[in-house]
C-alpha cells in the first residue's frame, strides 16, 4: 500500500540533507520517527545510567575550561 504525502520544497531539500544514500525516503521517515520515540523509563541499568551521568559531566567539565 502507497501513499503520498505533500511537503514544501524546503521541506524536502531539508530532508534530503538527512537522508542517506542508499536510503528510500519511506526508509528516512521511519528512522526519524522512530528515533523520536521517548526512552522507556528504567531502559538503562544503574550500572549504565551512571556511566552516562559521569560522561555528561566529563563533557560538561571539558567546556568550562
Avoid at 2 to 19: A, E, H, N, P, Y
Wanted: hydrophobic share 35%; charged share 40%; proline share 2%.
Amino acid at each position: 500500500m502507497s501513499t503520498s504525502i505533500r511537503v514544501s520544497d524546503g521541506t524536502k531539500r531539508m530532508l534530503q540533507t538527512l537522508k542517506k544514500e542508499d536510503e528510500t525516503f519511506d526508509e528516512l521517515l521511519a528512522r526519524l520517527a522512530q528515533s523520536e520515540r521517548p526512552i522507556a523509563i528504567g531502559a538503562w541499568s544503574e550500572d549504565d545510567a551512571d556511566r552516562a551521568r559521569a560522561a555528561v559531566k566529563r563533557s560538561r567539565e571539558s567546556f568550562e575550561r
